[in-house]
């Protein structure tokens, strides 16, 4: 019976067992031998073409942005015939995930996306290459037509981030300006805001009372003044009454500052004293983005990724400035994602270059920009893209003032991890409910926060031996 | 006798070699990983560097840690989906094993749910929850109740994850009770019923002993599960819900792993949680033996 069919078991027996058997096989270089399997890729095409070089290329993002960052290393690889970029998308909320375990699992791509915030951590355990060299000798990346804003972030000098050496290149910067809607104020016969002079908190309050409005009279306001995200927009009035989370060392919580509990108090009290957002409990993102979208909603924050969006809208928006706290200042958050490359990578000319092409090259920002999925990250394209007013926002123009003047990083960008800054969110929502008062938050979450912060500098201090 | 041990070995051989992949599988996919974060547990890793030992500290840090102590309450709570669960599986078990018309159709549709992916109905829950314009709130509104936003509250959010747990485990739960009412003898019924049995009766002391073995294999299977819940919570609230109200043990692990680079400290979270499962799986195993009897 065996000697029968022993051929036959046999042969899918070798099949079998060398197939997982090279599978582990290349599972166990990849965790001794430095790189990944874009190395084993890598020799195998240097055998085909002497010339050949493979690169990974991992990023995320939105169909959109998918296409439009595929679209743009096609372009690059017909351009460099000698270069073959393979590339690895996730999902945003898959990609961290998938980052660290590849850095885990010894085989980070060549070129990646990563968040300014884990900076410290990667260069610290030797995951990014040092860009500086490379950047400086290479005659086709003029540093300072890019914003000071966006290279800053990828800065570090071992000690504070924002100085020293280059670990990345910002992919985009991207400055959540305030916006209107036009046609609502004209139709309610309020005079514009101006471009130029921010609101004071009390006449952005007055103006957006005008414009909560119950239209049909049934008792439910069906128009609202506006819809601020917490997590996003309150460091906006914070920042504009002169108060952070941090100090300047980046090493303790300042949120018992009387400046903080004011600006944390006005946020509540648009919905609690003022009411003119949705009650807080349908404050959340989807819900005002839609009421901004139908139309519902006078004062909404607007980032450049929602530029092709809005073009459908049903009604004409602009941009103006925050309204300013007792600074007299307007101040908003501009995030920001880097393009680093491995320190292990083969080719780093290469991987630099391709860094290059996505972010400071004009043919691969012309391709990005074109697809509306971000500003220009070259200062002087960027002017001439805000100089045409034909396209909605007109004033585009407050977008480069955000970057240039008033933008800032979230507090967890200066600190080894956000632990401590993200506890600030998780607890709120009884201070923005009205049920605990923001002078007994601060102090009873200040402790908290600091004792993370505590850790994550303790860290942070380690990870550097 | 020489060529029959030469089979024999052969056998052998033949034997082993088909045991090998998964062997192989188990030992370098579960073992190692699971040896090698019991390490990671007692030593400062951040996932990305060295790893320096620092004995039981991650496990002292654990007992003084609030949110870790909210991500396990959370975590036991959203476990009271499980009686519900086998409650209402049972009942429908009942229903349908009578023999009304469309079994078929209706063990189709509870099965459902069950086979789509828990990300898919994770983000449909999501929109029916939604405070404004979700179908779960626009029901209540034809009976005049003004329904709350279930993700953004911090007493509606478990609940709502429950129901939506049960919802979709229902259709599993069922098809198995519905198996083993199908084994059981109408001969007992009858014998109970001739003892003047019936009803409730019959059902309490036949039915449910008789589907013991699987209500205990469901709720083994369903405490594993529940004590792993993440996938829910990671779609539906990405921090960790209003006041890490909706945040499990998983949920938690994963973050302080990949959000915050402790590694060391999250392998510390799962080792526990490994030890949890184990200890009350054993319990329940051992209850089990003292309970069971046999019906010959």
């Known amino acids: ?465 | 006798m020489n060529a029959k041990s030469n089979l024999y070995r052969k056998e052998k051989i033949y034997g082993f070699l088909f045991i090998l992949p998964p062997l192989l599988g188990l030992l370098i996919f579960t073992l190692y990983p699971m040896i090698y974060s019991i390490y990671g547990s007692f030593t400062d890793w951040d996932g990305l560097g060295q790893m320096n030992f620092i004995g039981l500290g991650n496990f002292k840090d654990l007992w003084s840690d609030e949110l870790f102590h909210k991500a396990l309450f959370n975590t036991l709570f959203m476990m009271l989906g499980i009686p519900i669960g086998i409650t209402l599986a049972l009942l429908l078990a009942l229903g349908l094993n009578r023999g009304v018309p469309g079994t078929t159709a209706f063990r189709v549709i509870y099965y459902v749910p069950v086979i789509s992916s828990l990300a898919a109905v994770s983000i449909m829950w999501n929109w029916a929850y939604n405070g404004d314009y979700g179908l779960v709130n626009q029901f209540l509104d034809l009976f005049g109740i003004s329904g709350p936003n279930w993700m953004a509250n911090k007493y509606t959010v478990k609940p709502a994850l429950i129901i939506m747990a049960v919802w979709k485990g229902l259709g599993y739960t069922m098809l198995l009770y519905l198996a083993a009412l199908q084994s059981v003898s109408r001969s007992y019924y009858e014998a109970a019923e001739l003892d003047g049995a019936n009803g409730f009766k019959s059902f309490w002391h036949i039915t449910w002993p008789m589907v013991r073995p699987v209500t205990f294999f469901i709720i083994v299977t369903n405490i594993i599960g529940g004590s792993q819940i993440f996938t829910e919570m990671n779609i539906m609230t990405p921090t960790g819900g209003p006041e890490y109200a909706s945040a499990s043990v998983v949920f938690y692990i994963w973050q302080k792993a990949f959000g915050n680079f402790q590694m060391g400290y999250a392998s510390a979270m799962a080792v526990f949680l490994g030890v949890f499962i184990f200890v009350v799986t054993l319990i329940q195993f051992r209850m089990n033996e003292k309970q069971s009897f046999d019906v010959d």
């Open chain 1, 1 to 465: 019976m065996l000697k029968k069919k022993g051929w036959f078991t046999l042969l899918s027996l070798v099949l079998m067992v060398s197939v997982v058997l090279t599978g582990c096989g290349g599972k166990n270089n990849a965790s001794s031998g430095g790189n990944s399997g874009s190395e084993a890729t890598a020799n195998a095409g240097s055998k085909d073409s002497k010339e050949t070089k493979n690169l990974t290329f991992m990023f995320r993002g939105g169909t959109d942005e998918q296409k439009a960052y595929e679209g743009v290393v096609k372009k690059y690889e017909a351009d460099h015939p000698n270069v073959k970029v393979k590339i690895v998308v996730t999902a945003a909320d898959q990609y961290a995930t998938k980052l660290k375990a590849s850095i885990t699992g010894n085989s980070v791509p060549d070129v990646f996306y990563f968040e300014s915030g884990d900076l410290k951590a990667y260069v610290n355990s030797g995951v990014l290459l040092d860009l500086t060299s490379y950047v400086e000798k290479n005659p086709n990346i003029d540093l300072n037509n890019i914003w000071k804003y966006g290279v800053d972030l990828y800065r570090y000098d071992g000690s504070m981030a924002g100085q020293g050496n280059l670990y990345g290149m910002p992919k985009d910067v991207g400055p959540f300006a305030l916006g209107y809607n036009k046609t609502m104020f004209e139709a309610a016969g309020i005079p514009l805001p101006d471009k130029d002079k921010p609101y004071t908190w009390d006449e952005f309050i007055k103006v957006a009372q005008q414009l909560t409005i119950d239209k049909d009279g049934d008792g439910k306001l069906d128009q609202f003044g506006a819809g601020f995200n917490v997590q996003w927009a309150l460091p906006s009035f914070v920042w504009s009454n002169g108060a952070d989370w941090l100090d300047a060392t980046k090493t303790k919580v300042t949120i018992d500052d009387p400046k903080f509990i004011e600006a944390l108090q006005f946020f509540a009290d648009m919905q609690l004293k003022y009411g003119i957002t949705p009650s807080t409990e349908q404050a959340q993102t989807l819900d005002t983005y839609q009421r901004w979208m139908k139309g519902e909603m006078a004062f909404f924050p607007v980032g450049p990724w929602d530029m092709s969006t809005y073009e459908k809208l049903p009604f004409d928006y602009d941009l103006i400035p925050y309204p300013a706290g007792s600074t007299g200042k307007s101040a908003t958050w501009t995030g920001s994602l880097g393009i680093g490359a491995s320190a292990k990578t083969k080719h780093p000319d290469e991987a630099v270059d391709l860094i290059n092409y996505l972010t400071a090259s004009k043919e691969g920002m012309e391709a990005l920009v074109k697809a509306k999925v971000q500003i220009p990250n070259l200062m002087d394209m960027a002017k001439e893209w805000a100089a045409d007013t034909t396209t909605k926002p007109a004033n585009k123009e407050e977008f480069l003032q955000v970057v240039n003047e008033y933008g800032r990083v979230l507090p967890g960008h200066y600190t080894y991890n956000a632990e401590w800054y993200n506890l600030f969110y998780t607890d709120i929502q009884p201070v923005l409910d009205g049920k605990v008062t923001p002078e007994e938050y601060v102090k009873a979450e200040q402790p908290k926060m600091q004792k993370l912060l505590d850790k994550a500098v303790e860290q942070e201090a380690k990870s550097k031996k």
